[in-house]
Nanobody, 125 residues
Framework: QVQLVESGGGLVQAGGSLRLSCAAS????????MGWFRQAPGKEREFVAH????????YYADSVKGRFTISRDNAWSTVYLQMNSLKPEDTAVYYC??????????????????WGQGTQVTVSS
């Protein structure tokens, strides 16, 4: 089993920045991909970004490309999401996710093996 714990959410004005962190513990050697999804009120959970654990290859949803950056620290089994130029439509609960497979391209919720508990990000206009 793998446990994921997010931190770093909060309230920020439009145009501002936040950095989310996700610490993985347990059988982290089994993880090949980590990343982030988000779920706004009344909407389905959607993919945001992912990173491969070994090579560090990244992939982003079009809605966040150029504004968000995902990175990882293998030594601490932690993945980060730096969010810049935030917009009110970025408001959502952000979930850390991990997979035992190497993901390329879009990542569906059905493919995720492990979820964090979520952290709220609110962007005011």
């Amino acid at each position: 089993q793998v446990q994921l714990v997010e931190s770093g959410g909060g309230l920020v004005q439009a145009g501002g920045s936040l950095r989310l962190s996700c610490a993985a513990s347990g059988r982290t050697f089994s993880i090949y991909t980590m990343g982030w999804f988000r779920q706004a009120p009344g909407k389905e959970r959607e993919f945001v970004a992912h990173i491969t654990w070994s090579g560090g290859t990244t992939y982003y949803a079009d809605s966040v490309k150029g504004r968000f950056t995902i990175s990882r620290d293998n030594a601490w089994s932690t993945v980060y999401l730096q969010m810049n130029s935030l917009k009110p439509e970025d408001t959502a609960v952000y979930y850390c996710a991990a997979d035992r497979l190497l993901m390329r391209g879009n990542w569906s919720t059905d493919e995720v093996d492990y979820w964090g508990q979520g952290t709220q990000v609110t962007v005011s206009s």
